[in-house]
């Protein structure tokens, strides 16, 4: 059996202003045969990590393409994804003949001139190998699904957990399910159900930890005759047409994935308003974590603000949580990362211990807020910062962590969010002993943060991942849709 693997990984926010270019996929590129095999692989390469490994037990004879990575940002250019997919193609042409194809991609990528770059690769890949050769996709859950990637490929599989702790788990299933197929099992059935709504579904929330966990016991389950089941969360700040919570179901039979994949989507429907977690304004924010600071539980107060996370393709340069903590003149806390090279550069090059007036954030767009000034001590630096993602390794670049009066702030080079507690550890600050954590994050900090907190909150930080979603201008999601539309009703579309 032979198998070519590749991947192309990005998530578009088509309403920043900060274009995904080819340097940006250049600097998280591994050339084919690059892969690390080290006991964590790099995020965006766990598909190839796995199959690198398995490859290597003798379980098939593996050809490796490029995996392609960038940092969530705005639309690529077109000519940086034509550019990406013929290299993929072509490594994918010099490897022919093939039994398998398994493409590692994000589902969530947007490019000038090409709406679904996913589907058109797919359907490319689908061209040259022809019907014969077994498609396997693994998808971020913050994707679309739709015919064109469903009629191209032989099963789609997404992360189940988000947080996504499950990376190299679904990979691992993916490849079990292409191999299978390989050697003769049926090609199962796709079932699509359209909730027709939006919204974030942590899977730390009790109703979609339930549901998770239902869907992870139905797969298991050799008498169920369900091959595979996927839950798609969509994201939000992608403006296609595709955009919606959908229930993906392989079964051996059509009829029983469409009713499981009905039952999976109305349990969704009925969950409309109770998955995503409450904002409190800044000043609110603030206050909450100083009264849950004061009642003597161990661990600091965690407070993520989701609005300028980076993973949603934000700057990470907003600075009015900074700006209001250091005005309250707060004492043991730390926030961050803030993205901004430049302020980490003026760090590295005054050395560790000095004292220097430093400008930080507030420098992509209005959603940045206004720059910080401060006389910063520099407390800590990095070169080659990295942190723990589920089971990954996520680079970070260069990073520095200053004090401006009772204010620790841990800044970047590179535009990541807190994923763990690496991120302050290793500019040396120690997230267990402050008082109030303030981080840039949706909720896949809640891996390693909520552990060590004494409580979790949210806070509207005023970046521009906009929650309320009836003031986000799309111009090409389909209506009806829910919260914006009252009776969006769901509907089976494949």
């Keep these: 059996m032979k198998c070519f693997v590749a991947g192309l990984l990005t998530e578009t926010n088509a309403f920043v202003n900060l274009p995904t270019s080819l340097e940006m996929f ?29 490859a290597a037990k003798g379980e098939f004879e593996l050809v490796e393409g490029s995996c392609f990575r960038a940092t969530p940002a705005g639309l690529t250019s077109r000519e940086t994804y034509v550019t990406l997919r013929e290299r993929i193609l072509d490594e994918l042409r010099a490897a022919l003949p093939v039994d398998a194809v398994l493409l590692g991609l994000h589902g969530g990528m947007i490019a000038f001139g090409y709406p679904d770059p996913e589907g058109d690769l797919i359907a490319r890949v689908r061209g040259i190998v022809g019907r014969d050769c077994v498609i396997g996709v693994e998808f971020d859950p913050h994707c679309i699904v739709n015919d064109m990637r469903l009629d191209n490929s032989d099963v789609i599989v997404l992360y189940k957990e988000y947080p996504h702790t499950d990376m190299v788990e679904q990979a691992e299933r993916l490849i079990d399910l292409v191999t299978n197929m390989v050697r ?11 909730c027709r709504q939006i919204d ?29 089941i996927s839950i798609v969360h969509g994201f939000i700040y992608g403006d296609s047409p595709d955009l919606s919570t959908r229930v993906l179901v392989y079964a051996d039979d059509k009829t029983r994935g469409e009713t499981l994949a009905r039952e999976l989507g109305d349990a969704l429907v009925a969950l409309r308003g109770q998955t995503a977690s409450p904002l409190l304004a800044i000043d609110a924010a603030i206050d909450a974590g100083l009264a849950a600071a004061a009642t003597g539980k161990s661990g600091p107060v965690v407070i993520a603000d989701p609005t300028d996370n980076s993973g949603g393709g934000a700057p990470s340069d907003n600075t009015e949580v900074l700006a209001r903590l250091i005005e309250r003149g707060m ?8 993205w901004d090279p430049g302020a980490v550069q003026l760090c590295f090059d005054a050395g560790l211990n000095a004292v220097l007036p430093l400008r930080i954030g507030g420098k992509v767009a209005r959603t940045s807020g206004q720059p910080v000034d401060g006389v910063a001590e520099v407390i800590g630096l990095k070169r080659g910062a990295w942190q723990r993602f589920g089971t990954s390794r996520v680079e970070c670049g260069d990073a520095a962590a200053v004090r401006i009066g009772g204010v620790e702030i841990v800044l970047s ?33 809640h891996a390693h943060f909520a552990p060590i907190a004494s409580e979790v ?29 009252a009776d969006a009703a769901p509907v089976l579309i494949h």
């Design 26 to 54: 250049m600097r998280g590129h591994l050339p084919p045969g690059k892969c690390p095999m080290g006991e964590a692989p790099i995020v965006g390469a766990e598909l190839m990590w796995s199959a690198k490994r398995r």
């Design 184 to 194: 003769g099992a049926p090609r199962p059935t796709a079932s699509l159900y359209d």
């Design 200 to 228: 974030s579904y942590p899977t730390t929330a009790p109703g979609m930890r339930a549901l998770v966990d239902r869907a992870k016991a139905i797969e298991a389950d050799p008498a169920s005759g369900i091959v595979s």
């Design 331 to 338: 004492e043991n806390v730390a926030t961050g990362p803030i």
């Design 413 to 445: 080079t590179q535009r990541a969010q807190a994923f763990s507690l690496e991120a302050f550890e290793q500019v040396g600050i120690d997230p267990r002993e402050k008082r109030m954590l303030f981080v840039k994050s949706v909720n896949h900090f």
């Design 457 to 485: 909150l949210y806070v509207e930080g005023g970046g521009p991942l906009q929650r309320d979603y009836s003031k986000i201008a799309w111009k090409n999601v389909h209506r009806p849709l829910w919260p914006l539309d």
